[in-house]
């Protein structure tokens, strides 16, 4: 039998069971309440799976969802990167070069991206070697620094061709760095310096050239101002010359044939001053005596016929 004096003692026990478990009820309902109410982000989006079953994506927002019997998983449907280390490939001239590029991606999908594919990015990086290793193959060494281009577009279609299946959008390849062989680096650099020699060289020659169509050009010009100072000069001696010739002939016009006989006497008188003892004459000389002596015996008649008409 229970004493009296235990009853009290009872009736705290279970008032304090009573409190606890009224507590842990308050607990489990808040933990219930804060695990069936999820914040999403706005580049977020949550895949509900219950007992294994895809319900769909939510978000972003507020979701409700039921706690124990579904499970999330966030996906971020920001744009992202994937960087591929360096690969060694062959190229269609059998020539090795290693090749590294960034793949971007963003997922467009967030249910098809958890339920299509496990792993992603071990994924994506297999696919996008084997397939730089196909679009290499058909590309020389020669060509394969040239078409970087078409490179990046070819690996960005055919990824994005078996990535559509798993809601994720591939938007972008960028090849960073392409190292062919140390001896093809050696001739690329030797090419490099020769055709910078070709191109001073032809820089130079240009400028040669240049300089020496102004150099003719100065000296056609010269030329030209030269002839056409020669030309005005002899035009100007002509006419001086020209002139010369017209008083000579005016002047000589006023000389008459007596005036001439003078002049030649008076030769005469300077030759005969000389103390010369031998003289010679041309042909012409005696006609030119012939002629003064007609010209003295006209002045003698002239001279009679004066006197005669003074004495009559």
């Known amino acids: 039998m229970v004493s009296l004096s235990q009853l009290p003692l009872q009736g705290e026990t279970s008032s304090l069971v009573t409190i606890f478990l009224v507590i842990l009820g308050i607990i489990i309902v808040l933990w219930l309440l804060a695990a069936s109410i999820k914040i999403v982000k706005e580049?977020?989006?949550?895949?509900?799976?219950?007992?294994?079953?895809?319900l769909g994506a939510k978000g972003p927002g507020i979701v409700f969802i039921a706690p124990i019997v579904n499970r999330l998983q966030k996906i971020d449907l920001r744009e992202?990167?994937?960087?591929?280390?360096?690969?060694?490939?062959?190229?269609?001239?059998?020539a090795p070069a290693d090749i590294d590029f960034l793949i971007y991606y963003q997922v467009v999908d967030?249910?098809?991206?958890?339920?299509?594919?496990?792993?992603?990015?071990?994924?994506?990086?297999?696919?996008?070697?084997?397939?730089?290793?196909?679009?290499?193959?058909?590309?020389?060494?020669?060509?394969?620094?040239a078409k970087r281009e078409q490179i990046n577009s070819t690996l960005r279609n055919k990824l994005d061709e078996v990535t559509e299946r798993w809601?994720?959008?591939?938007?972008?390849?960028?090849?960073?760095?392409?190292?062919?062989?140390k001896d093809v680096q050696e001739a690329m650099v030797k090419q490099m310096t020769a055709e910078r020699t070709r191109r001073a060289m032809v820089l130079e020659a240009d400028?040669?050239?240049?300089?020496?169509?102004?150099?003719?050009?100065?000296?056609?010009?010269?030329?030209?101002?030269?002839?056409?100072?020669?030309?005005?000069?002899?035009?100007?001696?002509?006419?001086?010359?020209?002139?010369?010739?017209?008083?000579?002939?005016?002047?000589?016009?006023?000389?008459?044939?007596?005036?001439?006989?003078?002049?030649y006497l008076d030769a005469l008188k300077a030759l005969g001053a000389s103390p010369?003892?031998?003289?010679?004459?041309?042909?012409?000389?005696?006609?030119?005596?012939?002629?003064?002596?007609?010209?003295?015996t006209g002045a003698q008649r002239e001279g009679a016929q004066t006197e005669e008409k003074s004495s009559e």
Do not use: C, W
Not at 43 to 54: A, I, N, P, T
Not at 167 to 181: A, L, M, Q
Not at 220 to 240: F, H, M, P, W, Y
Not at 281 to 294: A, D, K, N, Y
């Open 207 to 263: 400028g040669r050239r240049e300089s020496n169509v102004l150099v003719a050009e100065g000296d056609k010009n010269a030329t030209v101002l030269r002839a056409e100072g020669d030309k005005q000069s002899a035009i100007l001696r002509a006419e001086g010359y020209a002139q010369a010739l017209g008083l000579v002939f005016q002047a000589a016009k006023g000389i008459d044939a007596k005036t001439m006989a003078l002049q």
């Open 110 to 145: 967030a249910a098809l991206s958890v339920v299509k594919v496990q792993n992603f990015t071990g994924a994506s990086v297999g696919l996008a070697t084997t397939t730089l290793r196909a679009v290499v193959g058909d590309i020389p060494l020669d060509e394969l620094l």
């Open 80 to 94: 992202r990167y994937l960087e591929v280390p360096h690969q060694t490939t062959i190229t269609k001239d059998n």
């Open 43 to 54: 580049y977020e989006r949550v895949v509900v799976l219950r007992f294994g079953r895809l």
């Open 167 to 181: 809601g994720i959008k591939v938007t972008n390849v960028e090849i960073r760095e392409i190292r062919p062989p």
């Open 276 to 296: 010369s003892t031998k003289y010679i004459f041309p042909m012409e000389f005696t006609s030119l005596v012939g002629q003064i002596r007609g010209y003295v």
